[in-house]
């Protein structure tokens, strides 16, 4: 629920300074958390990495999209340096899954993806 704040008499030609809502370490991982979703490809990725009962192969979503490896590491990038996905490397592969312990604001973002 959140909280009114009560502002003082308008007086013509001077402003109000409102009070800031959030801590700023909360600012940054949210605005993170939505950068990193802020493309397309990167939230139908995190919507497949949602429904998988296991952890993806990288070799899986190349297969999925039609992206150049090199983009599709980019992605993972963005996604990874955000907190969202976590990597276990096999051999050769990669494979992605989403964190486990995401921040609850982020899993409600996630959870919202579908």
């Known amino acids: 629920m959140a909280v009114e704040t009560e502002l ?9 300074a409102l009070p800031k809502r959030l801590r700023p370490e909360r600012v940054e991982l949210l605005a993170d958390t939505l950068k990193a979703l802020a493309d397309p490809t990167r939230v139908e ?21 039609d992206l150049s490896q090199p983009t599709l590491s980019h992605h993972m ?19 992605y899954r989403l964190r486990r312990d995401l921040p609850p604001a982020a899993r409600r973002l996630v959870d919202a993806i579908g």
Do not use: M, N, S, T
């Not at 990038?77 to 990597?87: N, T």
């Open 8 to 16: 003082p008499e308008r007086e013509r030609g001077v402003c109000c």
């Open 45 to 65: 990725i995190v919507a497949i990495l949602r429904a998988a009962e296991q952890p993806v192969c990288i070799c899986d979503l190349d297969a999925a999209f």
């Open 77 to 95: 990038a963005k996604l990874r340096d955000a907190g969202l996905v976590e990597v276990e490397k096999r051999g050769i592969y990669a494979f």
